[in-house]
């Protein structure tokens, strides 16, 4: 089933879904993967439906409000089932298979970071416990492929896959950008097509910056340090007192270490202290009714309890402090019931906010960026540079810093993917 984004048929996926079809919907970037994931999951908990939001990794889990897949599992640090028989986790505890067997629906997103092995362990999983719900897998084997210390094998190649038998659901129109030539280009960028028409529109995008006002610009990098350095560079340029907010953390659950902690505020993408002036450019870090994750504002006033910035339409926000939540799923005694409930554990409260000046293509995941340069020299990794590029709203304000190999070589993604996708087109 394939489904032009400007006809989503949300009501023919939450049939499947119902039915106790399993759904892989895919995409390119922009398409609308996590609007459509995120509607599917309001409607199961709209009708009191239990949903597990998983995810291969902590900082994906976490920006769809969920957990890992080796947590929700209890897979603990296990590679492949071999590896999890050696653990003794071979057999899951009794609290799991009541926790899998009460879902209603699994969404599993990222599903290309996800590999063959950690699928036919989730598979197991939901053969030992009983699971008689759906998944729902969500992704584009065309971005970010599993990390993997030996031979990447992707989900696709798991026996398991063949075996959830997944109603393929592809949305195809890009909603953050109109221009019709960019998105043949980014189009042919993530199939690894650069000929010589995209290599003349990719050489054209690259065009002088004004050293004297870089604060206009959002730099796209692929390193941390990049991105810090010049945060902090730009940050010391504008005049002005620094306003240092400290992240206030709750901690639910004394049981979490200090490490655990620690690593949910990188999975969080929030910042221990988050550093303003008056006069920065900022990027909203989430999507609320007036603005939306990547969106550009400038800040206008500081206050002890608020922020208050102006986007580029004029309009002012004040901005109060959001909650990120790590949460798990426990077995909890509800009205003399056992029930399975979703509890906090730790939760962030901090303004949704980054500095604009930089930020990596890791954390620009889901954000439309106007504005955009895009470093071409920390490109080291498959369908890193159609991730940046796909971040931009329009070829107009994207600019692109001349690369030190051929537009081809940056434009590389892993075969096996590119082959998946030509066999069931």
């Known amino acids: 089933m394939t489904t032009d984004g400007k ?5 023919a996926v939450l049939s499947l879904l119902e039915a106790g079809r399993n759904v892989f919907l895919t995409g390119g970037a922009g398409t609308g993967k996590t609007t459509m994931t995120r509607q599917v999951i309001a409607s199961f908990l709209s009708r009191s439906k239990k949903v597990a939001k998983l995810a291969s990794t902590g900082m994906a889990a976490t920006l769809l409000g969920g957990q890992t897949l080796h947590s929700f599992f209890d897979l603990g640090i296990a590679e492949n089932e071999s590896d999890l028989e050696r653990r003794g986790k071979l057999v899951p505890k009794k609290k799991i298979v009541r926790l899998v067997r009460a879902m209603d629906l699994i969404v599993i997103d990222e599903i290309s970071m996800v590999s063959a092995e950690v699928l036919d362990m989730v598979r197991l999983r939901l053969l030992q416990c009983g699971f008689k719900g759906a998944v729902l897998a969500v992704g584009d084997f065309l971005q970010l492929p599993p990390v993997s210390r030996r031979e990447v094998r992707f989900a696709f190649e798991a026996p398991s896959w063949k075996v959830l038998d997944f109603h393929i659901v592809t949305l195809t129109h890009n909603w953050r950008s109109e221009d019709a030539a960019f998105n043949a280009v980014l189009d042919a960028v993530r199939h690894a097509r650069v000929g010589e028409h995209e290599h003349r529109y990719l050489h054209e995008l690259i065009r002088p910056i004004g050293e004297d006002d870089l604060s206009r610009y959002t730099f796209l990098y692929g390193t941390n340090r990049s991105a810090h350095t010049h945060n902090r560079r730009q940050l010391e340029r504008v005049e002005g007192d620094v306003f240092a907010y400290e992240t206030q953390a709750v901690v639910h659950d004394e049981s979490l270490s200090p490490r655990q902690i620690e690593r949910f505020y990188d999975e969080a993408r929030i910042p221990k202290v988050l550093e303003l002036k008056v006069g920065v450019p900022v990027l909203f870090t989430r999507n609320s009714w007036n603005y939306v994750n990547g969106e550009r504002a400038v800040v206008t006033a500081l206050e002890e309890d608020a922020v208050f910035v102006r986007k580029n339409d004029g309009v002012v926000v004040k901005l109060e402090r959001a909650d990120t939540e790590k949460t798990q799923w426990e077995e909890r005694e509800v009205e003399g019931e056992k029930e399975q409930v ?67 070589h940056l434009a590389f993604v892993h075969p096996k993917a590119l082959q998946w996708y030509k066999n069931i087109s």
């Not at 979703?342 to 620009?364: D, R, W």
């Not at 895009?374 to 931009?392: K, M, N």
């Open 7 to 11: 006809s989503i048929d949300l009501e």
């Open 342 to 408: 979703e509890v906090p554990k730790l939760t962030l409260s901090q303004f949704p906010l980054t500095l604009a000046f930089a930020i990596t293509i890791h954390k620009s995941q889901g954000m439309s960026i106007s504005d955009l340069v895009i470093d071409t020299h920390e490109i080291f990794a498959p369908s890193q540079f159609y991730v940046a590029l796909s971040r931009a709203v329009s070829p107009k304000s994207l600019i692109l810093r001349c690369p030190k190999v051929n537009w081809v």
